[in-house]
């Protein structure tokens, strides 16, 4: 089998890897589910101000126009040599990958129209806490190369607030099960979606922030992606 391609954001963070693009820090999912599955898999960093040329050079589409009708492109993308796809997305690449690849289901029992409405669901709960710090990896992203922005940023209390009012919420969807998964002993995708964002806030905000995210819910989402990151062979 030949290693599938990933193409991704060069990053400045720990780790070289960043993906805290502004679109979605579930951008790192398809890192997570090629573990996962036990697929071998290259990495090929993009810088972010090249992602228009090197992603039209191999081909890819672009995932959305502009007001002004200018094409967008974004990363990651995954290339198959082994069937000749190019998939951009990560919820388009993790499907490809589950009906390309099905062993070791993300998408277990036919699911993936409910972790659809999961992830749309579960980013309506955190949106509000988070919009500050979506604000300044844009800003990070676009000005990287030109300007000096300091990382990790701040973000005001109320911010920390709406934050954590969403996760007392995520922890009551997870109260309703006797497993350590979203669906109870089922690992699924949507664990994944959780574990994305999890790990955006630890690569990128202070380290007392993401002691105080980790302390939430009597420690949950620290051990929520200590458990993710295990499952997936990342840790």
Not at 72 to 88: E, F, K, M
Not at 153 to 167: F, I, R
Request: proline share 8%; hydrophobic share 40%; aromatic share 12%.
């Amino acid at each position: 089998m030949l290693s599938l391609v990933l193409y991704d954001i060069l990053s400045e963070l720990p780790g070289n890897n960043c993906s805290p693009n502004p679109a979605k820090p579930s951008l790192l999912g398809p890192r997570f589910v090629l573990s996962y599955k036990d697929l071998p898999f290259v990495t090929l960093w993009v810088e972010y101000s090249d992602i228009p040329i090197a992603m039209k050079a191999i081909g890819a589409k672009p995932n959305k126009r502009r007001r002004d009708g200018s094409d967008v492109y974004t990363v990651p993308v995954l290339s198959d040599p082994n069937t000749g796809a190019l998939i951009t997305d990560s919820l388009e690449i993790a499907s490809y990958l589950e009906k390309t690849y099905p062993e070791k289901p993300i998408f277990p029992n036919n699911s993936e129209p409910l972790i659809r409405a999961f992830d749309s669901a579960y980013m309506s709960l955190i949106l509000p806490g988070i919009k500050p710090i979506f604000a300044r990896s844009t800003e990070f992203l676009i000005g990287a190369r030109s300007a000096d922005v300091p990382l990790p940023w701040d973000a005001k209390h109320e911010d920390w607030v709406l934050l954590e009012k969403g996760y007392n919420t995520a922890y009551e969807w997870y109260q309703k099960n006797d497993g350590k998964w979203i669906m109870g002993d089922t690992f699924s995708y949507a664990d994944i979606i959780v574990a994305c964002y999890l790990l955006w806030y630890k690569r990128v905000v202070k380290e007392d922030e993401w002691t105080m995210i980790s302390s939430w819910n009597g420690g949950r989402w620290a051990q929520v992606l200590a458990d993710v990151e295990k499952e997936c062979k990342l840790a």
